[in-house]
């Protein structure tokens, strides 16, 4: 039982280069979840799936895709990386109402 | 949507002393706490939750406890322990969304001191 996996955990872009960052999670949850977390701002929110199928914006979905495969994954895909989406990524997935949630170990991506 | 303050931003405690974080939440409709703990380089990890239901919970040298009616919710560490220092996040859920998302405060750096 891994609980929720995220490849790569590092990664360097150039500028304008694209990329996917994979989330898997075992637990068979409904919902999953894309935060990013910059250095004192907390973690925000990027995009969402309540569940299989269904995928919503956050609150910073700008420049940012995802896609919800089937229950077990939620990837998240930066088209044209830039500067700004320098951070580090959590995948996070939860069972339902009244559940917290199990988050990946996160991607430290770093855009040059 | 739902807002959650958290204060301090940062806590400086001699080891052995307590430390209290202390949030709020804007919407009534909130009834799910869930607390976390994360470690530097690490990723965030529940500690300890709370429902509307329940006023206290305890987990050996942590409690969380929940005022519905002034709606917020506080965090205790009791005998801090170097290994307590961590950035802890506090965080609401609304019941009867569909889209069980956490709200999260801005988070607490508590340092102990040896």
Redesign the interface.
Known sequence: NAGVTQTPKFQVLKTGQSMTLQCAQDMNHNSMYWYRQDPGMGLRLIYYSASEGTTDKGEVPNGYNVSRLNKREFSLRLESAAPSQTSVYFCASRWGEGYGYTFGSGTRLTVV | GENVEQHPSTLSVQEGDSAVIKCTYSDSAS??F?W?KQELG?????II?I?SNVGEKKDQRIAVTLNKTAKHFSLHITETQPEDSAVY?C?A?K????????S????TTVTVRA
Do not use: E, T, V
């Not at chain 2, 019941?95 to 956490?102: P, R």
């Not at chain 2, 999260?104 to 988070?107: D, E, L, M, Q």
């Open positions: 009834n799910y869930p976390y690490k990723r965030p990890q529940l939750d429902r996040f965080a859920s019941g009867g969304s569909n889209d069980y998302k956490l999260f405060g801005a988070g």
